[in-house]
């Protein structure tokens, strides 16, 4: 199945300037968070629980900044932090504005686990339009993706949403100069099954040196006014490949992300085109 997603560039994608990224190797993942990862789920006391969401505001860092588990409710659970040098900000807003226009943008983020990209009609006019706010290009557009977050490939539709709609403070993520990447995702195994839901939510704040994402998954849930609510049924239990596959997967496209993201967009001059 997976064999049969990945494919060769056309000759069309092979003359894009950024084309070089798709054949450059794959950064390491961060063995730091590799490691923490290999040992283990977490204790589910110490994730983060979905109406706590705000704490994430809050100086400093977590007990547990990266690890998985399954919480009690059956649901999945992931933390992540991933580590971004010479990185900024913008460079973040725009790659989340830039890399939905085509697969190759996709693909070259990670090619051993994202086949495929696609957005509507009115998206594209909306991210192509110079008078569009660059938060504005990605908050409110929905992404439909092919990928393999751990577990085989998958359909996923992302909803991207405004920080405010996941219940964060927007004065308060101004004060603060904190870039919020969230939304509601829907995946769809390719080798069939029920639809699964989960809340997708990365937090950029600038460190020493770049920037970091904190990154909690909330697996069987999604946003609905304005609050992180569980949709799998009472009395499932995910499996824990689940989070731990998307655990893994995360380090390994981040690692990758921010090894070209700033020549990248360096040689694109921050422009969407």
Not at 175 to 182: A, F, G, R, S, Y
Request: with cysteine; net charge negative.
């Amino acid at each position: 199945m997976i064999k049969d997603l990945k494919r060769e560039l056309s000759n069309e994608e092979k003359e894009k300037s950024y084309s070089k990224y798709f054949y450059k190797q794959l950064a390491t993942p961060n063995p730091e968070l590799m490691e923490i990862l290999k040992k283990g789920p977490m204790s589910p006391e110490k994730a983060l629980k979905p109406e706590d969401i705000n704490h994430l505001l809050e100086s400093g860092y977590h007990e547990v900044e990266t690890g998985y588990c399954i919480l009690e409710n059956g649901a999945g659970y992931v933390a992540v932090n991933n580590k971004f040098p010479g990185v900024s900000l913008d460079m973040i807003n725009w790659w989340f504005a830039w890399h939905a226009l085509e697969d190759l943008r996709y693909m070259l983020w990670f090619r051993d686990g994202h086949y495929g990209i696609s957005i509507s009609d009115e998206d594209r006019e909306k991210i192509l339009n110079p008078e569009t706010p660059m938060l504005e290009k990605f908050q409110g557009r929905v992404h439909q993706v092919i990928e393999d977050t751990g577990n085989g490939p998958e359909d996923i539709q992302i909803s991207f949403l405004s920080p405010e709609q996941i219940g964060f403070d927007p004065k308060e993520l101004k004060e603060k100069n904190i870039t919020v990447v969230c939304g509601n995702g829907m995946a769809q195994s390719r080798a069939g099954g029920p639809k699964a839901p989960a809340v997708m939510m990365h937090l950029f704040r600038e460190v020493d040196g770049g920037v970091e994402s904190r990154t909690r998954f909330w697996m069987g849930y999604n946003i609905i006014d304005k609050k992180l609510c569980k949709l799998l049924p009472d009395g499932i239990q995910m499996p824990i490949q689940a989070p731990m596959g998307l655990a893994f997967h995360n380090v390994e496209e981040y690692s990758n992300l921010a090894e070209i993201l700033p020549n990248l967009y360096s040689e694109m001059n921050g422009e969407i085109f």
